[in-house]
């Protein structure tokens, strides 16, 4: 093969970079990104979007799922209907751990799009 590209790659403020992924030279990743894991950053990313891996064949690219500030929003929202503290964790009742679990599978846990 013998082809060798070397560029220089420019990443904003306010980016988070999944585990896996990979940014390939001459590619800039605008500020307040979020780029799933083990996405391939063929182009360049605009600024506040959070994008994912898609593969089709051998392209391979990404694909925005929705703005930094709308997943951010989300999030709140999600964290607001689930309270958790150090003290609801350390002084809870087994009625008290009973509610919270019913919560969690109302609304789901974890980090969710």
């Known amino acids: 093969m013998g082809y060798v590209k070397v560029a220089p790659v420019k990443i904003g403020n306010d980016v988070f970079i999944g585990y896996g992924s990979i940014v ?8 307040k990104v979020i ?10 990313i605009p600024d506040n979007v959070v994008v994912v891996v898609v593969v089709v064949g ?11 500030d709308e997943y951010i ?3 709140k929202e999600r964290m607001e209907k689930l309270p958790i503290s150090m003290i609801q964790c350390t002084n809870r009742s087994e009625e008290s ?9 109302k609304y789901g846990s974890g980090f969710d799009l």
């Not at 780029?35 to 391939?40: F, L, P, Q, S």
């Open 73 to 75: 929003k989300r999030q």
């Open 58 to 68: 051998q392209n391979s690219g990404y694909h925005i799922l929705c703005s930094y």
């Open 24 to 31: 390939l030279p001459g590619v800039t990743i605008g500020s």
């Open 35 to 44: 780029v799933g894991a083990g996405t391939i950053c063929s182009k360049n």
């Open 97 to 105: 751990w009973k509610k919270w679990k019913e919560c969690l599978q």
